[in-house]
């Protein structure tokens, strides 16, 4: 999940990066503890810009360890993580029931799937199980491919599958997820079956 990839998205991310680079650690935490603010009590789009350049912004601060630091005081309703003790700010993704809710800062589980509210964590077993054979037909082999017949038409169904539960995340799943978080981020694509956030209308 990090800008971290050779693909050329993230090496342009790479490079929007190179102007939080140049800011002291102060700075940092001031602006992350100010934008955490900006996101509270909302679900936000992984793609979405405001998110991006946070997840920019974290990512060095963690690797500075800006937060270990206390140099400047998140919002209240942020508590702290247990994996990087950074404010609490929880990735919804299409893995949730193997890797568990994902930590924006340092990219490791937040909340393991068992540890998320038993109230939710039925719903979200059930949507991750519907996305896991629709998300594997962009990894079918060559033997699964042709038993398909028309892989071509599997794949396209298989990406308006992924649109439709991704949407179901955004609309549904991770609003929820703000009765117990102060701010939730969930993925809105899917790169293997070639689903942009455009493709994911929550609305």
Not at 117 to 141: F, K, T
Not at 149 to 171: I, M
Not at 175 to 203: F, G, H, I, M, T
Request: proline share 7%; net charge negative.
């Amino acid at each position: 999940m990090a800008f971290e990839s050779e693909a050329p998205l993230d090496a342009l991310w790479q490079e929007y990066g190179g102007a939080f680079r140049e800011w002291d650690d102060l700075t940092l935490a001031r602006w992350l503890a100010q934008t955490l603010g900006q996101l509270e009590g909302r679900a936000w789009r992984l793609s979405h810009p405001l998110v991006g350049a946070y997840r920019l912004v974290a990512q060095l601060a963690h690797d500075r360890q800006v937060w270990l630091k206390r140099l400047a005081t998140p919002p209240a309703a942020y508590g702290e993580s247990p994996c990087c003790r950074a404010p609490l700010l929880p990735l919804l993704t299409r893995d949730v029931r193997d890797a568990g809710l994902i930590c924006q800062h340092c990219n490791e589980t937040l909340v393991p799937f068992d540890e998320i509210p038993a109230d939710l964590r039925g719903e979200l077993e059930g949507w991750a199980r519907q996305y896991e054979p629709v998300h594997a037909v962009a990894h079918w082999d060559d033997r699964q491919r042709r038993a398909a017949g028309n892989y071509d038409a599997a794949y396209e169904k298989a990406a308006q599958q992924a649109e439709h539960l991704l949407a179901r995340a955004g609309r549904e799943l991770a609003p929820k997820l703000l009765n117990s978080y102060p701010a939730v981020v969930w993925e809105d694509q899917d790169e293997c079956l070639e689903v942009r956030p455009e493709d994911v209308p929550v609305n």
